[in-house]
């Protein structure tokens, strides 16, 4: 009788146990699953308020920035932040360290002409990657990123996200999600004035409205994709303390 006892309990719990190992990876989550974890602090629908340092230090944000008077900032143009225009690289092999050094060393020129870009280079103010934010220049300055002598250029901050091979995408988007919330906080900036660059028509360009950030478009153009990013970083915005 004990036996049949035993088995009774044995053989049902190791059953259970095997089919839990077989649906259960080993070792630690991946990247993403790990990012999850992370934002799940702040964007549990619960309650609980995020301090904005908690959240600085989940984006990881560093600062390397163009220098003053060179490349992309030989000209200043003052600018009050009324917008943040979201983009993404369309470059497969760089990270956002490889495109900081690019615009440091003065290497993304951009035509100079009527209606093109102002000053001969393209500059923006961060990159995100899955790993890093890295600021290319202060808020206060245009850049050179959106519409040329647009009001994207004149009123927003430029993001860029990296999408080089091998990078975690959930995570650059989690991670510029979190980013575009501090920002908003900072400079007073409201979730209806977060957009993609294909907001901005550039003049003299065919199509005017460019397919960016195409990954987060449907057909080109904003749709449920869109409107999930926004989800995200009004989650991260409403959390902040
Ligand atoms: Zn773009």
């Not at 979201?86 to 495109?99: L, P, V």
């Not at 808020?139 to 990078?167: K, V, W, Y």
């Amino acid at each position: 009788m004990p036996c049949v006892k035993f088995l009774r309990w044995f053989l049902p719990l190791s059953l259970l146990v095997l089919a839990c190992l077989q649906c259960r990876p080993l070792g630690p989550p991946p990247v993403a699953s790990r990012e999850r974890q992370l934002t799940s602090i702040s964007s549990s629908g619960g309650s609980g308020k995020v301090p904005m340092s908690q959240i600085y230090r989940q984006v990881n944000l560093k600062n390397d920035m163009v220098p003053r008077g060179r490349h992309g900032r030989k000209v200043i143009r003052p600018m009050r932040p009324q917008y943040i225009t979201i983009h993404s690289t369309q470059n497969y092999t760089a990270d956002a360290w490889k495109h900081s050094k690019a615009l440091k060393n003065g290497a993304l020129r951009s035509p100079k002409t009527r209606y093109g870009n102002r000053i001969g280079y393209m500059i923006w103010h961060f990159t995100v990657d899955d790993k890093v934010a890295i600021q290319h220049m202060p808020t206060t300055e245009q850049g050179e990123h959106a519409d040329f002598h647009g009001p994207g250029n004149r009123l927003s901050i430029g993001i860029e996200m990296c999408e080089h091979r091998g990078s975690d995408r959930r995570a650059t988007i989690e991670r510029t999600a979190k980013l575009t919330a501090i920002l908003m906080k900072k400079n007073g900036i409201p979730l209806r004035n977060v957009v993609p660059h294909y907001h901005w028509p550039r003049r003299g360009k065919n199509p005017p409205n460019k397919n960016c950030p195409h990954f987060l478009l449907d057909n080109g153009r904003p749709g449920a994709k869109w409107r999930w990013f926004l989800s995200r970083v009004n989650d991260h915005y409403q959390h902040i303390e």
